[in-house]
């Protein structure tokens, strides 16, 4: 059974309108992470949480918003779409630590394609 | 320029062979260091982790770490035609202000020849 869901699979949106990327994870993990990966840029950090609360935002833009209903559930609502959006959005989770070296584990990805 | 730089973009090796994939870090507050392997059309898989100088094996892959020199590279022996898959070296700070961020480099795909 999958440890990491992510919903949909694919994803297709005009630019200008709002989409939500589906993130839970069932490894019991307390730490959950969204990265993003495009044909310009590596695997690229957005934001981490930890029981339900932001760490760390690396999003540059606000039109990016993590959203954590449950402990084990992370979505990503995207505003104002753009092309330049257009991307893997990869969901990971770990052990919660602060001495930053615990495995992540990815899900397996939303690619999202904004018209 | 990039925090994590990978070497070669890509790699061809036939099948039993031995590939070498590099990776250096220009920033020294990275502490801790990952293998990570994505298959087409999956999320990046953890291989491998190196914390300390030296060599660590897993099995087929050993990965070195040479810290003075912010190097990192990763062996894989045997090489097998399931090897192929797109690389990618990341790295995270210790005790930094960032919870647990890693930043991988760009990779390096391998395609193991049979």
């Known amino acids: 059974d999958p440890k990491i869901i992510q919903k949909p699979k694919y994803l297709v949106a005009v630019t200008g309108s709002e989409k939500i990327l589906i993130c839970e994870q069932y490894l019991g993990h307390n730490a959950m992470y969204w990265y993003r990966q495009s044909a310009k840029k590596p695997l690229e950090f957005m934001f981490s949480y930890s029981y339900q609360k932001l760490m760390d935002n690396q999003t540059a833009s606000s039109r990016f918003q993590p959203q954590s209903s449950k402990k084990n559930h992370l979505d990503l609502q995207i505003t104002a779409l753009k092309p330049d959006d257009s991307a893997t959005y990869f969901c990971?989770?770990?052990?919660?630590?602060?001495?930053?070296?615990?495995?992540?584990?990815f899900g397996p990805g939303t690619r999202l394609t904004v018209l | 320029q990039q925090k994590v730089q990978q070497s070669p973009e890509s790699l061809s090796v036939p099948e039993g062979g031995m590939a070498s994939l590099n990776c250096t870090s220009s920033?020294?507050?990275?502490?801790y260091f990952w293998w990570y392997r994505q298959h087409s059309g999956e999320g990046p898989k953890a291989l491998m982790s190196i914390f300390s100088d030296g060599d660590k094996k897993e099995g087929r892959f050993t990965a070195h770490l040479n810290k003075a020199s912010l190097h990192v590279s990763l062996h894989i022996r045997d090489s097998q035609p399931s090897d192929s898959a797109l690389y990618f070296c990341a790295a995270s700070e210790m005790l930094s202000g960032s919870f647990n961020k890693l930043t991988f480099g760009a990779g390096t795909r391998l395609a193991v020849c049979p």
């Open positions: 990971a989770s770990s052990q919660e630590d602060w001495a930053n070296y615990a495995e992540q584990f």
């Open positions: 920033d020294r507050n990275f502490q």
